[in-house]
């Protein structure tokens, strides 16, 4: 065994690490290889009211079309990309694709709901960040209000100050701050009052037992004061069955994302829940009737 300097003095090589450092090399490769190709493409989750049943809007998820693998799912490559950089290329290149398809849907007479991004830390943090987000959306002649992005509470801790200033600088455009897996890190509700952010995403954790554990309801009713206190919009991500869905809907959350609505679609397919939106409501129990 060779040996090497480690942080705590000497330690004792590990033949792994160098097919570990060569199997991610190449997979850093495949990645700049899948952005140049266009293997990367983004699917389309709505986000709904139960009021009336309706889509308020969708969050755009990115998918790797990956010749031998398959679909690689974002969990696998997004982080890679933000280790490697490639999330500059990356991120340019889904926000060109949700413009164009946006677009599409504005001319098909699909108008009346907003399109979520993911953004990562990395992206804020570029100088050019807020004209990196505005100039493709004025590009396709889109209105600045039909864009939200949802940005995770690790953000909040990194270059605060500059970090505010640029979503500031974007919510005066009209394009919405959302607050993903909202829960799940160190949250300092300091950081959420400096924050310029329109609505807060229970993470779905919470939601997935919700009824096993009370510790999980309360948590969810709290993030809902919260909400409420600061005057928020309030999301929940990762509803998959009826009775997570009342159960959010008693605690008052009543706009939601996940399976037992529809799974991330296709932009194809998800025109068509565009254009009957009743699809998404089949398995949920009507809304009560108001009376006259
Ligand atoms: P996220 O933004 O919190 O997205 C929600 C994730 O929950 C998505 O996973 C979605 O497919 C999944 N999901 C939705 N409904 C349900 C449900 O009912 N049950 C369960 N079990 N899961 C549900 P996905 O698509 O694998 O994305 C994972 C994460 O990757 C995202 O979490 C987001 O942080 C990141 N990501 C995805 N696309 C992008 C992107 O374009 N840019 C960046 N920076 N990050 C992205
Ligand atoms: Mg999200
Ligand atoms: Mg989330
Ligand atoms: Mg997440």
């Avoid at 986000?47 to 010749?67: N, Q, T």
């Avoid at 991004?117 to 590009?139: C, G, K, M, W, Y």
């Avoid at 919470?206 to 969810?220: K, P, Q």
Wanted: include cysteine.
């Amino acid at each position: 065994h060779v040996k090497w300097r480690g942080k705590n003095g000497f330690q004792y090589y590990d033949p792994s690490m160098n097919s570990m450092f060569h199997k991610k090399l190449s997979l850093e490769n495949e990645l700049r290889r899948a952005i140049e190709k266009r293997q990367i493409v983004l699917y389309y989750q709505p986000k709904i009211h139960l009021d009336g049943h309706c889509v308020i809007g969708l969050e755009a998820l990115a998918r790797w079309h990956h010749p031998e693998l398959g679909l690689v799912s974002p969990l696998e490559f997004i982080p890679l990309a933000e280790e490697t950089g490639l999330i500059h290329a990356l991120g340019e290149m889904l926000l060109e694709e949700a413009c164009v398809q946006m677009r599409q849907w504005q001319d098909a007479g699909l108008n009346n709901f907003s399109l979520a991004i993911n953004i990562s830390p990395q992206l804020v943090e570029e100088d050019a960040f807020v004209s990196r987000i505005l100039t493709p959306i004025r590009h396709h002649q889109l209105s600045e209000d039909l864009f939200e992005i949802e940005i995770t509470e690790n953000l909040l801790m990194r270059d605060v100050e500059s970090s505010i200033s640029k979503l500031k600088e974007l919510g005066s455009h009209g394009i919405k701050i959302a607050l993903d897996d909202f829960g799940t890190c160190y949250s300092s509700l300091a950081y959420l009052r400096r924050f310029p952010i329109h609505s807060v995403k229970i993470d779905k954790s919470f939601v997935s037992d919700i009824s096993s554990t009370s510790e999980n309801a309360s948590i969810i009713s709290a993030i809902a004061g919260i909400a409420n206190g600061f005057k928020l919009d309030l999301i929940a991500e990762g509803v998959e069955t009826i009775p997570q869905m009342h159960t959010l809907q008693s605690l008052g959350c009543t706009k939601m994302q996940g399976f037992l609505f529809s799974k991330p679609l296709p932009a194809k397919e998800m025109t068509q829940v565009l254009h009957n939106p009743s699809l998404l409501f089949q398995d949920v129990p009507a809304p009560p009737q108001m009376l006259p």
